[in-house]
């Protein structure tokens, strides 16, 4: 029942006294009571059940209040240990060299040490533990100390780190006025509680931008120079249009001068500096095409925002008002919007270009020219294989006819068959088949585009020399009278040519002529020499003068083989074709006729008189009074015996040989060296006697010497030259033999 009268959560001191109060009420009723109840003795029995559950119930209060007084000496000790605790934690945070604080689960403030949030100390006294954490974000964003972005409000900086706050793990750098910077460490606790770290990293922060600026520093330097070292113009423009940066070269090629440029200035300035020496060049090269890629380029540069046409790379091309100049030009945008304008000098490239189309213009034509020629010479190559059918012919015809005769004159029947006239006449017509096949061999060199001219400065009184000894006994049995004007001037031609050409037109004058003469006459014309052949011959008609220069063509047929071939004239226009002479006719019908070939001089000065005269005989020593001895090497036996025959009936003695180890044998045994030497080229055993000849040079010196061959290739002919020889052609020219052997001069016995 007592424990219906007082409520058991009340402290125990009020419990005593109340349930004191209620006993004391009690008593009193019982007293008041005694007389009028009957049942006395029941009344003081509860009374002493009452007084003992009272005497209960205080027992149970004083051990309450014991335990109580326990309790309460434990709580004051756990508090004394928590309030020891906070100190320490306190003393612990404050010992912290960066800003720290602690959020509870709650996002409440519980606390903070000294330096957190010291770098605003205009609301630093405005955080107090209990404070919550959006509160917190709120005061901060409106700190005076806090350098916001460009453009961002307290209130936009409030949301976007509330936003952070909601993470577990936050790093971020806190920008402050004065060049300050705070780094914000906000991390999640075990308790779902917040730990924020803030560290002053303002030295570290300046630290790498001094390093970050020494680093662009460098770049710059690079950069700079790696502009520099271009060959292109290069210069850069930021989003505005103002200029960021450039290189000489740029400068060099827009023919700027220095002052104009300067950082900042517009991209439209300086392409009107760049448009007073430069013009645009458009696609179709008039000036309404360059007006309009002028405008272009300038819609392009100013455009202020990013568009189709804006954003691609553009080209365009600078041509100098007066200068050859061209600029090739190229214009991108960058990521920011900016640009970098280049020029390249094209210049070469365009003049490479027009050469080239030129020569593509001139190669077309020459194409076309060759396509002619070659037309012309199929045509030319057709007539030339109907001329070749004809040629074989009449060559057959002729060959036969005099090898025939030879044939009839040495079988004869009767018993004179070998007297001196019948040997005459067989040795004139084997002098006939020699000509015939010289000729012919003449036409076929003269037709192969390989066989090349060897041009020299060449003593042209020589060669008339030669030629008017070799003439003079042929026109005298004519009775002619042959007249060689001597000459000593020095042409440049190539010496067989040229002696072919004299040798046939002045054989032809001579076989033409019945009454007269014939005149070889030499006549100047600036820095080149005219030779001239006049004859008193029929003359040629107009209309035959071009006929007269084709193989087997004779005017007058009664002219046998012996006499004319109709091959003379045909080698001298294609000898003078060859060798780029001009060949010339004038011809007057029952008068005769004049064939002149003008021949260039050479460099040469002139040199003394040459020995010449009409014989052909003045001035030179009589073969059989100079008692020349002649080696003489050659493998075929029958040549060399007629070369024996020949040279022995001119008064020269002949040392004769068939090869190398009996030419030289021959010379030691009889202790002898000759004064001339004929070798010939192909001898027995593969031996060269070109290389007989070095031999002999080795041991007796030099000699005047003669290679005797068939070959008329060129490679043989350089071979000689290289060795300061001259060849003699098979069949030998009994009149250039002649005039050799009557030029040596004796050289003194060893």
Same mark, same amino acid.
């Given at each position: ?16 006294a109340r349930?004191?109060?209620i006993? @004391? ?7 008041? @009571? ?11 029995e509860?009374?002493v059940?009452l ?12 051990r ?6 326990e309790?309460?000496?434990a709580?004051s000790?756990a508090?004394?240990?928590?309030e ?21 689960d709650d ?11 010291? @770098?605003?100390?205009?609301? /630093? ?5 209990g404070?919550?954490?959006d ?9 005076a ?9 307290p ?28 780094q914000i460490s906000e ?22 931008r ?5 680093l662009?520093?460098n770049?710059?330097?690079?950069i700079?120079?790696t ?8 210069a850069?423009f ?12 740029f /400068? ?11 950082l ?9 500096q ?9 696609? /179709?090269?008039d ?10 380029l300038?819609?392009?540069l100013?455009?202020?925002g ?20 061209i600029?090739?030009?190229?214009a ?5 919007d900016?640009?970098v ?5 094209v210049?070469?490239e ?6 080239l ?5 001139e190669l ?14 199929l045509e ?5 294989n109907?001329s ?10 002729d060959l036969l ?7 009839l ?23 006939s088949?020699e000509?015939i ?7 076929s ?6 066989q090349g ?6 003593p ?7 030629l008017?000894?070799?003439?003079h ?22 010496a067989?040519?040229l002696?072919?050409i004299?040798?046939?037109l ?16 030499v ?9 001239e ?5 029929p003359?040629?008609?107009?209309e ?14 009664r ?20 060798l780029g002479?001009a ?7 029952d ?20 020995s010449a005269s ?5 001035g030179?020593?009589s ?13 075929d ?5 007629a ?16 090869g ?11 202790d002898?060296v ?5 070798i ?15 031999l002999?040079?080795r041991r007796?010196g030099?000699?005047?010497t003669?290679?005797?061959?068939a070959d008329?290739?060129? @490679? ?12 003699m052609?098979?069949?030998i ?5 002649h ?6 001069s004796?050289s003194?016995?060893?």
């Amino acid at each position: 029942m007592s424990e219906t009268l007082v409520d058991p959560d009340l402290p125990p001191d009020v419990q005593i006294a109340r349930l004191t109060q209620i006993t @004391q009420v009690l008593m009193r009723r019982v007293e008041t @009571q005694s007389g009028v109840s009957t049942d006395a003795y029941s009344q003081f029995e509860r009374a002493v059940r009452l007084e003992d559950q009272v005497r209960l119930r205080t027992q149970e209060l004083e051990r309450a209040l014991q335990m109580l007084s326990e309790s309460n000496v434990a709580l004051s000790q756990a508090n004394r240990q928590i309030e020891s605790a906070r100190r320490d934690l306190t003393s612990a945070i404050e010992a912290v060299q960066e800003g720290f604080a602690i959020f509870g689960d709650d996002d409440v403030l519980l606390l903070f040490n000294a330096r957190f949030c010291a @770098q605003m100390p205009d609301v /630093r006294h405005l955080l107090k533990p209990g404070l919550h954490f959006d509160e917190y974000i709120r005061i901060v964003s409106h700190s005076a100390m806090l350098e916001l972005p460009a453009g961002v409000t307290p209130r936009d900086w409030a949301t976007t780190r509330t936003q952070r706050h909601r993470a577990e793990h936050v790093i971020f750098n806190l920008s402050l006025k004065g060049d300050r910077w705070l780094q914000i460490s906000e991390h999640r606790t075990a308790n779902q509680g917040t730990a924020i770290v803030q560290t002053d990293v303002t030295d570290l922060m300046r630290s790498e931008r001094e390093q970050r600026e020494r680093l662009l520093d460098n770049q710059g330097r690079i950069i700079r120079a790696t502009l520099d070292h271009l060959q292109q113009g290069v210069a850069i423009f930021d989003a505005a249009g103002a200029l960021a940066g450039w290189n000489r070269r740029f /400068r060099h090629l827009s023919h700027m001068p220095a002052t104009t440029f300067d950082l900042g200035s517009r991209a439209d300035r300086l392409l009107d500096q760049i448009l007073l020496n430069f013009r645009v060049t458009g696609s /179709r090269g008039d000036a309404k095409g360059d007006a309009q890629a002028e405008m272009r380029l300038r819609r392009w540069l100013g455009g202020t925002g990013p568009s189709p046409h804006e954003t691609r790379p553009f080209g365009f091309e600078l041509s100098h008002r007066d200068h050859a100049l061209i600029l090739d030009g190229f214009a991108q945008r960058l990521p920011d919007d900016g640009f970098v304008l280049s020029l390249t000098d094209v210049t070469g490239e365009r003049d490479a270009l027009r050469r080239l189309a030129r020569t593509n213009e001139e190669l077309e034509s020459r194409v076309a020219a060759r396509t002619d020629e070659l037309r012309d010479a199929l045509e030319r190559a057709e007539r030339s294989n109907a001329s070749k059918i004809r040629f074989v012919a009449a060559a057959s015809h002729d060959l036969l006819q005099p090898l025939s005769a030879a044939k009839l004159y040495l079988s004869a029947p009767d018993a004179d068959r070998y007297s001196v006239s019948n040997v005459e006449k067989a040795s004139e017509a084997l002098n006939s088949v020699e000509r015939i096949i010289e000729a012919l061999l003449d036409i076929s060199r003269l037709d192969t585009e390989e066989q090349g001219v060897e041009l020299a400065d060449l003593p042209l009184g020589d060669l008339l020399n030669s030629l008017a000894q070799s003439f003079h006994p042929i026109a005298r049995s004519k009775g002619l009278k042959l007249r060689i004007r001597p000459s000593f001037a020095y042409v440049r031609s190539d010496a067989l040519y040229l002696q072919r050409i004299l040798q046939n037109l002045i054989s032809n004058a001579i076989r033409y002529s019945q009454t007269g003469g014939v005149l070889v006459g030499v006549r100047p014309r600036g820095d080149k020499l005219r030779i001239e052949v006049w004859d008193t011959g029929p003359g040629i008609r107009p209309e035959n003068q071009k006929v007269i220069f084709e193989e087997f063509r004779r005017l007058h047929r009664r002219a046998s083989a012996s006499e004319g071939m109709g091959l003379g004239l045909a080698i001298v226009d294609r000898a003078c074709a060859r060798l780029g002479h001009a060949l010339e006719l004038r011809s007057v019908p029952d008068k005769g006729s004049v064939f002149s070939v003008t021949v260039p001089l050479s460099q040469h000065s002139q040199h003394g008189p040459q020995s010449a005269s009409e014989d052909g005989h003045r001035g030179l020593q009589s073969l059989e009074q100079k008692g020349l001895v002649a080696l003489l090497v050659d493998n075929d036996a029958q040549l060399r015996r007629a070369l024996v025959a020949l040279l022995e009936g001119w008064g020269v003695t002949v040392l004769d040989a068939s090869g190398p180890e009996e030419a030289m044998a021959l010379i030691d045994d009889l202790d002898f060296v000759p004064d001339l030497m004929l070798i010939d080229h192909q001898l027995d055993d593969g031996a060269d006697g070109l290389d007989l000849v070095v031999l002999l040079r080795r041991r007796f010196g030099w000699r005047p010497t003669r290679i005797i061959s068939a070959d008329r290739s060129r @490679q043989l002919r350089e071979r000689c030259a290289r060795l300061g020889l001259h060849l003699m052609s098979k069949p030998i020219d009994t009149g250039t033999l002649h005039h050799f052997l009557a030029c040596v001069s004796i050289s003194p016995q060893n």
